[in-house]
């Protein structure tokens, strides 16, 4: 099976902060993503890395960046957090090799600033 | 662009009734599809996808979705709703671009007894 887990399932940050977010997967995927959620919006694409080193903006990246220095590790940074960056974070993976665009997910990382 | 769009936010069904979910989409080329469903505080777990052949595709949980070209929509159905099919569930369509899927806002189910 397909693991894709996500560093911390609850943080709780202050405006201004660092905040880094990790994901990792089992599969030896090249695609992985980082999505918000949020209420009404459905998921909303942040970043996407189709390989180590490589990303691609996503609909909403203003806010965020992300680190992939190994295959199976896509961080997103929030920089300078703010309240308006408050709340669930979404990680997926995918391999192109089956073109299939089937994206496992992680159980989310529900990000809250203060 | 494409596009998803889940036209309910919100269903209430009774347990035991059947449950359909609608989902129409926007893409010029033959479009992958795919429903999700969360859980409360989970991630997304794959339900079911189209991607071409019988029009009709069978995925967990007893769900079904039918793909039609003509009305742009793909839409999830289930016989006969058990309580613990209580979550949100998202529509998402595949984009060429990188793999990418396009997901709509999402309907959350409740279930009543």
């Known amino acids: 099976d397909v693991k894709v887990t996500q560093s911390s399932r609850y943080l709780v940050k202050r405006t201004g902060e660092k905040v880094f977010l990790e994901c990792v997967q089992d599969?030896?995927?090249?695609?992985m993503f980082w999505y918000r959620q949020d209420p009404g919006l459905g998921l909303r694409l942040i970043y996407f890395?189709?390989?180590?080193?490589?990303?691609e903006k996503g609909d909403i990246p203003e806010g965020y960046s992300v680190s992939r220095e190994k295959k199976e590790r896509f961080s997103l940074i929030l920089e300078s957090a703010s309240t308006n960056q408050t709340s669930m974070y979404l990680c997926a993976s995918s391999s192109p090799a089956i073109a299939s665009y089937e994206q496992y997910f992680g159980p989310g990382t529900r990000l809250t600033v203060t | 662009a494409q596009s998803v769009t889940q036209p309910d936010i919100h269903i209430t069904v009774s347990e035991g009734a059947s449950l359909e979910l609608r989902c129409n989409y926007s893409y010029g080329a033959t479009p992958y599809l795919f429903w999700y469903v969360q859980s409360p505080g989970q991630g997304l777990q794959l339900l079911l996808k189209y991607f071409s052949g019988d029009t009709l595709v069978q995925g967990i949980k007893g769900f079904e979705a039918e793909f039609k070209r003509s009305q742009s929509s793909f839409n999830l159905r289930k016989p006969s709703v058990h309580w613990s099919d209580a979550a949100e569930y998202f529509c998402a369509v595949g984009v060429s671009n990188g793999n990418k899927l396009v997901f709509g806002a999402g309907t959350i189910l409740r279930v009543k007894s």
């Open positions: 890395s189709y390989d180590v080193k490589m990303k």
């Open positions: 599969m030896d995927h090249e695609n």
